[in-house]
């Protein structure tokens, strides 16, 4: 095979706009370093998608004929666990945003603009970066800063807290896990890889001796780590 086509970003779309694949599989070719190697226009046809080799990026639409589009990212997620997820559409409301992100997703771009923009998207999503619609990213953030801060710790919590061991670092990801962020959003928020917050998650488990986000919260409530 072409070593230029071997070097490709593959990359899957699953949108029903067929003038959006048309513009796509016009643009996205090996001179550009992406090559579109599958195109679905159903939620059924994304999923069978997924039988095919693993892709580099996975651009969903949200809005699919027989579905949402946040299920092949949640099916995606987990068969292709090192595949991008970018979501490609025209909902930008906090619903949307959340489930996506909290699906998997780490890009999300609202259709405002030419398919031929999306070439250095790909490219930085690929990179390691997390591409975001100026509009989403405020979404993000007042989100975050609209949640009620929470409330200086007595003294005796303050002590609880030292018996509990965990560092500030993990505290703040404490904080952002009651707060509903994923673990992507944490990321952005800290300004830390994914990697990362996995990391601290699996310490602030492993020191509260819990499994699940549930049992997290109520832990930490309990022993006065949270308000």
Known sequence: MNTAINSC??????????????ELST?????????????ASTR???LKMLDMPQMDVLIVDLGLPDGSGIDVMVAANKKWPTC??????????ELHVMQSLEAGATGY??????????INEIKSLHSGGSPISPLIARKILTRFHQSPPRPALPDNRSVEKLKVGLSNRELEVLEYITKGFSSNEIAALMAVSPHTVLTFIRRVYAKLKVTSKTEVIYEARNQGILG
Request: aromatic share 4%.
């Open 27 to 39: 643009i996205l070719t090996p001179s550009t370093g992406i090559l579109l190697q599958g195109i």
């Open 9 to 22: 970003i593959r990359i899957g779309l699953v949108d029903d706009d067929i003038g959006f694949q048309s």
């Open 44 to 46: 059924a046809e994304g």
């Open 84 to 93: 991008n997820l970018m979501v490609s559409t025209t909902f930008g409301d």
């Open 109 to 118: 771009l609202l259709k405002d603009s030419a398919p031929k923009n999306l």
